[in-house]
């Protein structure tokens, strides 16, 4: 475990994932960065409560929208600038972009729901290699509309595979609102194959992290399929410049479920300052640095 | 003799004897079954560790194959019918033959996927297609194609162990119950057997025959009508070809080179005629003609094709052997050549 229950560390990692997504928004209309991005500002809580359970050797697959996950895991800033930029020192030496990195165990891919069986066979492998690792598995409830990921629940129960279903539901998937696209509900869709699925509507990280405890605590005695679908909020466009919504609900959204608000009231005044201007710095530099290095 | 189907199961056999990285997931793949087409029978009594029969999910058990093949192992993964490979087509091109690229070569996707094509067993438009063509040029992927020139079960026991791309292995249905030639069944022919990248490539002539006037060149089933047509053209005819029989369909050599046995017969005859299963327009032999017109330039007398109609395949007996190519087909498409 990354020890990540303290809370100024777990609002390290909140910052550094805001700082880092909110210098791609800016920087992007610049022409600094090339291709295609999708930030998760306002999801933050999630990657950090959940990926703060990893023990070294356990894989996750996270989707489009990985910068987050990617940090969370302890993904380099510099490394994801310098992808994001067509660098050669990118994570992928800038092959993969935005969407599709690989760095340790974390594997990314933007095709929606496709990344669902790929995890459960690299469950099941795990299992029968004997290593102990699990998988933890990221999808939006957009992915939940792909025939595939109803294949893979069924799989994944019927074999046991040592994976966690983590779906980030913010409630759109690009422009379109999950009322339009999702009938029944999601816990319903896991608990149909018998996978025990467990809900958390909050931004709050403490919540989160408690959550994914519980998860993992019982995945790693009783190695077996779990979801965790957790009710969230996307604050920023789908990619850039692309929301449709109405700017006061996005408003609304910024003033009731910040996870960076919320978890700073647990800091005193004088560390947050600390703790962000280090950030600013950090990620500033890696920005530099990214922006200094060579051409693939 | 061996057949084609026994010599695919003893290689399976073989993978999981000298491997315990090897799996093998499908549908109905249990003993006393064996798989729909009975290349896997045994291997679940054998391995039932190893051996996963699987709910009927094409896309998620080929997904579950990457992941596995992601994380060290060597899985194999059956498909009932390469019909359904459509269902699965995302996996393959959007996943497995993308990871070890576009990780920028630090991912592996060591998968198998076999599955059976072809017609002239009366299934019907959706169970009779050879539908390879859709996965040739495929950046990433290996489409291998067996024979009865060399040993089935071999190249699909090193396609398993030895190599690390993905792999498509098409096995004709027609092929399973055919013998696997020797020396001895081919002792009329002259045989040269060259290597691609990995898998070989075969020469036929007949024995004491004059310079060829014509190249015929099939993979899979098709070249074996291919190779009984090259006789009657040679003994009814006296038009004398030879046969070039590749087994790895793609990839080709890099920047539009041709296959070097080919290129090699197409300097002696100066005519290429090609054959296939697949449906006639973009397909296989449009591809080598291609190749062929930018190596041999105005040395190249004459092209042709032989191939399936384009039109669904029938299940009447009469319509589908109307549907799809022949010996007949192709010996009056050389005769038109010569
Ligand atoms: C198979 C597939 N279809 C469509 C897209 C285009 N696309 C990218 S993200 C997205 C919406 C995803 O919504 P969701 O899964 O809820 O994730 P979110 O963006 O909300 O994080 C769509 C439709 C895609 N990447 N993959
Ligand atoms: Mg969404």
Redesign the pocket.
Known sequence: MRAMSDDAALYKQLATIRHFEQTVLDAFPKGAFYGTT?TYIGQEANAVGVLAHLHEGDIVFS???CHGHFLAYGGDARGLFAELMGKATGVCGGIGGSQHLHWKDFYSN?????TAPIAVGAALAEKRKGSQAIVVLF??????G?GVVYESLNIASLWGAPILFVV???H???TTPTELAMAGSLASRFMAFNIPAAELDSSDVRQTYTAAAHEFANLRSAPGPRALILHTA?FGP?SKGDDTRDPAAIEELRATRDPLAIHATRLDAAERTAIDAEIHSTIAAAYAQAEADPLP | MTSVLESLNRGLHAAFAEDERVYLIGEDLLDPYGGAFKVSRGLSTQYPDRVWTSPVSEAAIVGVGAGMALRGLRPVVELMFGDFSTLMADQLINSITKFPAMYNGAAKVPVVIRTPMGGRRGYGPTHSQTLEKLYLGVPGLRVLAPNTLSDPGELLKRAILEQDDPVLFVENKVLYPKAVQTAETLKDFEVEQTQTEFAPVHTLRLKGTPAPVLTLSAYGYIAELTREALTRLAFEHEIFCELVVPTQLAPLPANGALEPALLASLERSGRLLTAEEGTFSLGWGAEQLARAAQHLGNRLQAVRRVAAAEQPIPAARNLEDAALPSVEDIISAAREMV
């Open positions: 999708h989707n489009h929208r933007g095709v929606l729901g496709s999808l939006g409830d957009g992915a939940m792909e980030e539901n913010n759109i998937a690009q996307r789908h």
